[in-house]
């Protein structure tokens, strides 16, 4: 990130996972996704993994936003083929025992695994590691089960019942971020993947506000440090997050159009999107005139390429390749 750059730089969400070969392999041989998670060598191998295979001008930390309330002591497991399991909790005691929880402590293999892919990394290969936001991560935390209808966390906003473990994750947030930054990382993400189920009128509290108080929080200790902002569905109140924030990068989702992000985002701050994963899916003429619309909007600005949303598993290898080398030649 940073100068204005031709071609853009590129990197993918989620480039690190299933739709590779490699990683399904060495996913076979861990007894769990947290367990991978939580294995330095391992973490270490799935980040490089996509950086030794296309070339990508950033690595991000192979981990998850689940991790955070797994070590907040929330049971978290992955089935093949389901979405995410989290143990039924009652939310109050759950607060009070997780404030005696010692989170750095719990998250040195993260840190260690950092730290060795820092030593691995060219120093060309920028490092990003992440967080979910408070409200993506609690929307986990309280919807269970797998048809995620949103109702109950929405129910707890409503009556503020939520703020407690709003507060809480929070803390949790920025106590990893800052301790990634510590270890090594070049750029930190926020993922707010669910904020467009916030109900509109709850948008400053649950949304705007934790993301502005993160934001403040790391650039006390890290004035400088690059933080990409990517809430999904709601592009519109971007510039009400990052207002009197310099260094701050809006992550645009798919359902933006480029002309809209260049006109009315990336004239404040810079931008990283935005191609449609269910594009790098299909391939082909469809993909290349997305992505080269993209490029003519976005390219004469700081602009980091990306797609809108993280890449699906059955997303084919050679629509990456396809993908990277027309992003790189273009002029
Ligand atoms: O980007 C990367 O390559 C780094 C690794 C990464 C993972 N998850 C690995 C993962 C990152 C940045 C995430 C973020 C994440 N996790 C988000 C925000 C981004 C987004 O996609 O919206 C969310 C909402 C989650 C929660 C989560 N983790 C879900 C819903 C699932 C299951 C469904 C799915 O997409 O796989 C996971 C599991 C997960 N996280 C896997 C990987 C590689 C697959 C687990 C497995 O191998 O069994």
């Not at 001008?57 to 998850?64: E, G, H, V």
């Not at 966390?153 to 409503?158: E, G, P, R």
């Not at 082909?284 to 602009?303: C, R």
Request: glycine share 8%.
């Amino acid at each position: 990130m940073g100068t204005q750059e031709c071609p853009p730089p590129i990197w993918l969400m989620r480039q690190a996972g299933r739709y590779l070969p490699e990683y399904r392999k060495i996913r076979k041989t861990s007894s769990s996704f947290i367990d991978l998670c939580l294995t330095p060598n391992w973490v270490t191998e799935a980040t490089l993994q996509p950086i030794q295979r296309f070339g990508f001008d950033a690595a991000i930390l192979f981990s998850d936003i689940l991790l955070i309330p797994h070590l907040l002591g929330q049971d978290v497991s992955f089935e093949k083929g389901e979405g995410p399991k989290l143990s039924p909790i009652d939310l109050l005691g759950f607060i009070k025992d997780a404030y005696r929880v010692d989170l750095l402590e719990k998250s040195q293999p993260v840190f260690q695994a950092i730290k060795q892919i820092k030593s691995q990394l060219s120093n060309k290969t920028t490092l990003i590691g992440f967080a979910g936001s408070p409200w993506t991560i609690a929307t986990y935390m309280v919807e269970l089960g797998k048809s995620k209808d949103f109702s109950k966390v929405i129910d707890l906003a409503k009556a503020a019942d939520l703020d407690p473990l709003m507060s809480l994750l929070e803390d949790a947030v920025v106590t990893s971020l800052v301790g990634q930054i510590n270890a090594g990382v070049d750029v930190v993400q926020i993922f707010d993947s669910w904020a467009s189920a916030v109900p509109v009128q709850l948008r400053g509290k649950y949304v705007i506000q934790p993301a502005r108080n993160i934001i403040s929080r790391i650039r006390l200790e890290f004035p400088n440090i690059p933080i990409i902002y990517y809430g999904k569905g709601v592009s519109e109140i971007y510039p009400e997050i990052i207002k009197n924030f310099s260094g701050v990068c809006f992550g645009v989702d798919q359902h933006v159009s480029p002309k809209w992000a260049a006109e009315n985002l990336q004239t404040l701050a810079p931008v990283q999107g935005n191609l449609d994963p269910l594009l790098l899916i299909e391939g082909g003429a469809k993909m290349h005139q997305a992505i080269d619309e993209i490029l003519v909007e976005l390219s004469g600005g700081v602009f980091v390429f990306n797609l809108g949303h993280g890449i699906l598993p059955q997303t084919p290898l050679e629509h990456v390749y396809d993908l990277v080398e027309r992003v790189r030649c273009h002029k």
